[in-house]
């Protein structure tokens, strides 16, 4: 099965930009999986942020859209997010997904971003 790292997240300013790395390693090939971030925010459920398919196509949730963009190295086995004019509204614990074509849903463990001044 494959496995999902994340990392870029941290301490952020209102206003700046971070940009979020997930490498997968192991299961079928990276290219085959749809990929995608969540994000967890205190006292809240785990929700959709961006998707992008196995045909690089995007979807966005409302509040990201025009701040964020996902992309997909598939020579790396890596998704990103580039996260800009981050609002302190954007904490959150932000998580990779994997989805196999085959129904699975793989998570990586999380990272946490933080937006204050």
């Known amino acids: ?4 790292v994340e ?4 301490l952020v300013q209102p206003g700046g930009s971070l940009r ?3 490498a997968a390693s192991g299961g079928d090939v990276f290219s085959i999986y749809a990929m995608a971030w969540y994000r967890q925010r ?3 459920q785990r929700g959709l942020v961006a998707a992008i398919g196995t045909d690089r196509s995007t979807n966005y949730a409302d ?6 963009t996902i992309s997909r190295d598939n020579a790396k086995n890596t998704v990103y997010l580039q996260m800009n004019s981050l609002k302190p509204e954007d904490t959150a614990v932000y998580y990779c997904n994997g989805y196999h074509p ?6 990586g463990q999380g990272t946490q971003v933080t937006v204050s001044s």
């Open 1 to 4: 099965q494959v496995q999902l």
């Open 7 to 10: 990392s870029g997240g941290g």
């Open 20 to 22: 979020l790395s997930c």
């Open 42 to 44: 205190p006292g809240k």
């Open 63 to 68: 509040s990201v859209k025009g701040r964020f």
């Open 102 to 107: 085959l129904g699975r849903n793989y998570w």
